[in-house]
């Protein structure tokens, strides 16, 4: 994927004067031994300011892009805390736990100098990260580290996205309503033209002598049968298009997603749908998300960075009928029928997260919209339909209210092996407690119908992502035993 950031790690330790440094400096070494290769080791132990700014001119020449600042004892809370001050991204902050030395020469106090970094960080008003448990031993400490890579990716993604969108919402989908105002405070930036601009670009692309190359990547992706070979071309135009916008847009961002319109008139005008196209930038970090749902785009893209894979955005569609959850989920996984929904979409979902037998087909709620009644589909073909691959999920979603707040939810998951017996991309997803979930989080506070799917169990980072953008509101499918706070207790 070259639409995320490839993460440089360094460390720097810190020592307070009156402690030993070469305690702190020794710890940095067990921490490079546990970690292993990946992670440079600034050789300037910062005890003063003017360390400090020697280290990170240190740390900036070797490349380094997010940051660990190691109290390997109680460490000096300007002189480390100026080093987040002054490093031009992502900072975290761990400490060494007691254990490896005596308790007379070889005690740190780091437990009590993380409380004074903490403090010291607040009265700057300085972000930085700093883990559930961030004193640790040196495998600890490695461990935590490995942590905040993901956290990191996507901290980088989101300050140097542009969100580039084609057209307005659709009429009666507002629901994807996107205030921008969270996106300048995210750092993202938003670049918004017309459907007509796209139509004006595809157009310059036809005779384009790359369409050979890309008609022949999608034949062999999809397999002989499963696509409409009198429409790769047409499909492949559109693949061109978008990747040459982005990279002739992007401007001083380094990375690109869409929100674009998908209908009602872009399949008659374009004479296809989308939606092929769009899961196969997905797949390479590009999310394209469907109905202009900019903060779908949003939450895609972060999912891309922690998990540097493939991504989708669904619907949270419809139930699961009884005869189904009865024939081939009860008694066989361990969720009650509300637990269970179908995810669902007209085919965005990249082919390496559906089902071997999905196959480029028709969108039929379009075509019955937008073709004669009885007609052989046409201008609606190009969706990439069938059944979810079973895996592990994230569901998950950051959104900007009406009233210009940001908020989120996360939720982990799985998608079933069961049949959906249904049309689009489209799986059986599982969540505990959904049904709870749905009423206290999703309608309660006003979520849109869009979701984005992460293929496995990323709350973590996410959460910590969200809470490192001062997200304030983050909800979660809360146990049995929590009740939601507009829960009737007498249900």
Same mark, same amino acid.
Not at 145 to 172: C, H, M, N, V, Y
Not at 194 to 208: F, G, I, Q, T, W
Not at 362 to 379: K, V
């Given at each position: 994927m070259k639409n995320i950031p490839e993460v440089k790690l360094g460390i720097i330790a810190v020592s307070r004067d009156c402690f030993p440094v070469a305690l702190s400096m020794q710890r940095r070494q067990n921490i490079l031994a546990a970690y292993g290769a990946g992670l440079y080791e600034c050789p300037i132990t910062v005890e003063n300011e003017k360390d400090a700014v020697a280290a990170i001119e240190d740390v900036k020449a070797a490349g380094v892009n997010a940051l660990v600042v190691y109290l390997g004892n109680f460490g000096p809370e300007t002189p480390e805390t100026l080093l987040c001050r002054m490093f031009d991204g992502p900072? +975290?902050?761990? *400490?060494?736990?007691?254990?490896?030395?005596?308790? @007379?020469?070889?005690?740190?106090?780091?437990? =009590?100098?993380?409380?004074? =970094? /903490?403090?010291?960080?607040?009265?700057? #008003?300085?972000?930085?990260?700093?883990?559930?448990?961030?004193?640790?031993?040196?495998?600890? $400490? *490695?461990?935590?580290?490995? &942590?905040? %890579?993901?956290?990191?990716?996507?901290?980088?993604?989101?300050?140097?996205?542009?969100?580039?969108? !084609?057209?307005?919402?659709?009429?009666? !989908?507002?629901? $994807?309503?996107?205030? @921008?105002? &969270?996106?300048?405070? %995210?750092?993202?930036?938003?670049?918004?033209?017309?459907?007509?601009?796209?139509?004006? /670009?595809?157009?310059? #692309?036809?005779?384009?002598?790359?369409? *050979?190359?890309? =008609?022949?990547? +999608?034949?062999?992706?999809?397999?002989? &049968?499963?696509?409409y070979p009198d429409m790769l071309e047409r499909m492949a135009q559109f693949e061109l298009t978008l990747l040459d916008w982005a990279e002739a847009h992007k401007g001083a961002r380094e990375y690109v997603v869409f929100a674009d319109k998908c209908w009602p008139a872009f399949p008659e005008a374009f004479g296809f749908e989308p939606c092929y196209v769009n899961s196969r930038l997905a797949s390479r970090g590009i999310p394209v998300a469907c109905e202009v749902?900019?903060?779908?785009?949003?939450?895609?893209?972060?999912?891309? $960075?922690?998990?540097?894979?493939?991504?989708?955005?669904?619907?949270?569609?419809?139930?699961?009928?009884?005869? @189904?959850?009865?024939?081939?989920?009860?008694?066989?996984?361990?969720?009650?029928?509300?637990?269970?929904? +179908?995810?669902?979409?007209?085919?965005?979902?990249?082919? $390496?997260? +559906? =089902?071997?037998?999905? *196959?480029?087909?028709?969108?039929? @709620?379009? #075509?019955?919209?937008?073709?004669?009644?009885?007609?052989?589909?046409? !201008?609606?073909?190009?969706?990439?339909?069938?059944?979810?691959?079973? /895996?592990?999920?994230? !569901?998950?979603?950051?959104?900007?209210?009406?009233?210009?707040?940001l908020r989120a939810y996360i939720a982990q998951g799985e998608v079933l092996p069961v049949k959906t017996r249904s049309f689009g991309g489209i799986g059986v997803f599982a969540i505990p407690e959904m049904g709870r979930f749905y009423r206290h989080v999703l309608i309660e506070k006003r979520y849109p119908h869009h979701g984005a799917v992460a293929f496995g169990r990323y709350g973590k980072a996410l959460y910590e992502v969200f809470k490192y953008f001062g997200i304030k509101d983050i909800a979660y499918n809360q146990p049995k035993s929590l009740p939601y706070p507009t829960e009737n207790p007498w249900d």
């Open positions: 900072v +975290m902050y761990i *400490a060494a736990a007691e254990g490896d030395g005596d308790l @007379i020469n070889g005690r740190g106090d780091a437990y =009590c100098g993380m409380l004074n =970094c /903490s403090y010291n960080l607040g009265m700057r #008003h300085l972000k930085a990260y700093i883990p559930e448990n961030p004193v640790g031993t040196a495998t600890e $400490c *490695a461990e935590m580290i490995r &942590g905040f %890579l993901p956290i990191a990716r996507a901290i980088l993604g989101i300050k140097a996205l542009k969100i580039i969108t !084609f057209g307005p919402r659709p009429q009666d !989908f507002f629901a $994807c309503n996107a205030p @921008i105002k &969270g996106l300048y405070e %995210l750092g993202v930036e938003i670049e918004e033209n017309s459907e007509l601009d796209l139509l004006v /670009s595809y157009k310059a #692309h036809a005779n384009d002598p790359r369409l *050979a190359a890309v =008609c022949a990547d +999608m034949a062999a992706e999809m397999g002989e &049968g499963r696509y749902d900019i903060y779908g785009a949003l939450s895609e893209y972060i999912g891309s $960075c922690i998990s540097q894979d493939a991504v989708t955005l669904l619907d949270i569609n419809n139930t699961v009928p009884q005869y @189904i959850y009865d024939e081939d989920i009860a008694g066989k996984f361990n969720y009650s029928l509300g637990d269970t929904f +179908m995810g669902f979409h007209c085919g965005n979902t990249p082919s $390496c997260k +559906m =089902c071997s037998d999905c *196959a480029v087909k028709y969108q039929l @709620i379009q #075509h019955r919209l937008l073709e004669p009644a009885g007609s052989d589909p046409d !201008f609606t073909r190009g969706t990439l339909e069938g059944d979810i691959a079973p /895996s592990d999920i994230t !569901f998950y979603r950051l959104q900007c209210d009406s009233e210009g707040n």
